[in-house]
């Protein structure tokens, strides 16, 4: 965790970063700290501020992903227990954020103990500071307990390994990536990697009679702080991804009209991590979607890492609607 030894009279002023995704003509090992895309500076003993930004899709609003990964960490520095790793989350959009304007996060712990902290944070924006655009409430846990009691989870899909399948540039090189563009973009500039299991699962241009998605991923390990695992950090990681490729599952059943200018948005995310993983190694995700109507659709998923264990699992529910000002 991030500490500072302050004297009497200085500012509090810690900052939790992850440079994985340097911002447009920055180099991966020139970015300033300025230039982090998920960055939180600790202003006093509960409140942070962010002002950077990264405009994945040119949107005018601010990505949700950024704003997910940023609770998670200002959230971790408050609870700030070694002992505790972070168990599980669930957070609401309320209200859409201006892309460049600045967010305040406040952090209050409600319950403490020797093995169960909870936690949760509010998102405003300094340009309208009575309105709340955020909430995400987080619980904190032992790793592992000494009575943890059953074990089991449900066996990884039997896919073809990382290496035996080619990145999404190398698909491109041949002619046969047809990704949905906004995923593409998002894939392309986060500088993340990816194996798809199979391409035609993320093309939205078609019918799909399974609504199942599944990849392999990994952030470069270049992005991440080295040493042992920090689970806010590694999990920011994969939560930044998640926001926007999660959502789109919903859009396998069929292509939208194309008079239809379709919004798409996260409404809600929750997210549990199951045990300790590292981000720059491959993990395998799968999303599947049950259930879509009245202009939003649920998506569930499972991620495991390369032994075929459970690391963590998450549910997200997305709006799909015309952008039409009379709708």
């Known amino acids: 965790m991030f ?4 004297s009497k009279g200085q500012t509090l002023a810690r900052t939790a970063n992850i440079n994985f995704i340097p911002r447009n003509g920055m180099s991966e090992t020139t970015t300033p700290l300025s230039n982090y895309v998920l960055k939180v500076e600790q202003i006093d003993d509960n409140r942070f501020r962010s002002g950077a930004t990264y405009e994945v899709s040119r949107s005018p609003r601010r990505y949700g992903g950024q704003m997910m990964g940023e609770a998670m960490l200002a959230a971790s520095q408050v609870v700030n227990n070694p002992k505790l790793m972070l168990k599980s989350f669930q957070c609401y959009f309320i209200r859409p954020v201006p892309v460049n304007t600045p967010q305040s996060y406040e952090v209050r712990v409600d319950r403490t103990s020797g093995v169960h902290h909870s936690a949760h944070c509010t998102v405003r924006s300094y340009s ?9 409430m987080s619980s904190f846990g032992l790793s592992e307990s000494p009575s943890s009691g059953q074990k089991h989870h449900i066996k990884m899909p039997d896919v073809p390994r990382p290496d035996q399948l080619q990145t999404i540039s190398e698909m491109e090189l041949v002619g046969i990536m047809q990704m949905a563009p906004m995923e593409k973009k998002v894939a392309k500039r986060t500088t993340m ?20 998605r599944q990849t392999w ?11 042992d695992v920090c689970i806010d950090m590694h999990g920011a990681a994969v939560v930044y991804m998640l926001d926007v490729v999660a959502v789109m599952t919903v859009r396998m059943t069929a292509p939208p009209p194309p008079e239809l200018n379709l919004r798409v948005a996260s ?12 981000a720059d190694e491959w993990l395998f995700l799968q999303m599947t979607n049950d259930k879509a109507a009245a202009a939003r659709g649920l998506v569930e998923g499972s991620i495991w890492n390369m032994d075929g264990e459970l690391v963590s699992s998450f549910a997200q529910e997305g709006i799909f609607r015309d952008a039409n000002p009379e709708t």
């Open 3 to 6: 500490r500072s030894v302050l």
């Open 128 to 136: 309208a500071p009575d309105k709340l655009s955020f909430i995400l």
């Open 193 to 212: 990697e990816w194996k798809l299991i199979d391409e035609q699962q993320f093309r939205i241009d078609i019918n799909h009679k399974e609504r199942c």
């Open 217 to 227: 991923f990994r952030v470069p390990a270049t992005f991440l702080p080295k040493g």
């Open 267 to 278: 409404l809600d995310h929750s997210m549990w991590f199951h045990k300790p993983f590292r």
